[in-house]
């Protein structure tokens, strides 16, 4: 004997699978992100760290240039850059420069204080 149709149960059924493939989907996102490779240290090569004269040291900025800079003024504490998530060798995502880490003790001219 055939069952009639249920248009209860149906949608019950198709919203119980959306959920469970979105919460699948996020877990599968979060496991990609723990086992995501180091980003790469930002260096000189990059289009967009040249525009900014971007440095591993904060201390080897030319002050003639840059005459507003500050021997305090170090990538650590610019609000671009993602703390969370320092290494262990010093270096850090910065929004400014998307896929690569920046060292705490660098410097660029987009240096905004936090």
Same mark, same amino acid.
Request: charged fraction near 25%; avoid cysteine.
């Given at each position: 004997m055939e069952r009639p149709f249920?248009?209860?149960?149906?949608?019950?059924?198709?919203?119980k699978a959306m959920a469970g493939a979105l919460l699948g989907a996020g877990a599968a996102r979060l496991g990609l992100a723990a086992a995501a490779p180091q980003l790469p240290h930002l260096t000189d090569r990059n289009p967009a760290a040249a525009s900014l004269e971007y440095t591993d040291d904060t201390g080897t900025v030319d002050a003639r240039k840059f005459p507003e800079h500050t021997a305090d003024q170090r990538c650590a504490n610019c609000k671009y850059f993602e703390p969370a998530a320092v290494s262990a060798d010093a270096y850090a995502p910065c929004r400014l420069y998307p896929g690569n &880490?920046?060292?705490v003790n660098g410097w660029c001219a987009g240096? &905004?204080?936090?």
């Open positions: 249920n248009p209860g149960k149906s949608r019950r059924f198709a919203l &880490a920046v060292s240096y &905004a204080s936090r």
